[in-house]
């Protein structure tokens, strides 16, 4: 009856000790993905257009160069694009501490971001949220 007490009080240590360990590495990696909230417009290109959808990048990013090349469609009269590649803006990369690329954003004139994108996203998935952003402000 010892023994087994033993164990099973080993195999809960262990399940604790190992839960803790991968929820620090899960937490680890959310905290260090970092996407800005607020925009000051005049960072960027086009500071009086209606909407900027910017796109930090780094040039050794195959999924970065995609992002951007959907993104660059969005450009209208009411719609600045910009594209941030880290070696080229770096300081905008440190001011709005983004540490995870490509990191696509959506902000509307007074640089509140309304949509945000990590990683890759699809054509249909930039419209719609550009879209959504747009009639939202409409109403």
Known sequence: MDRVL??????????????????????KYVQ???VPQLLD??????????????????STCDTCAGVWERA????????AVQELEVSAEKRLHERYRIDGVPTLVVADDDGV??????????TAELWAAVAATRSDSAE
């Open 6 to 27: 033993l164990v099973v009080g080993a195999l809960a240590i262990a399940g604790v000790v190992a839960t803790m360990l991968g929820g620090s590495r899960r937490d």
């Open 113 to 122: 971001v309304q949509h945000a994108f990590l990683g890759p996203v699809t």
């Open 32 to 34: 260090s993905t970092h």
């Open 72 to 79: 660059q469609h969005l450009e209208s009269d009411s719609v």
């Open 41 to 58: 417009r005049r960072d960027f290109v086009r500071p009086e257009a209606a909407w900027l959808v910017a796109v930090f990048t780094s």
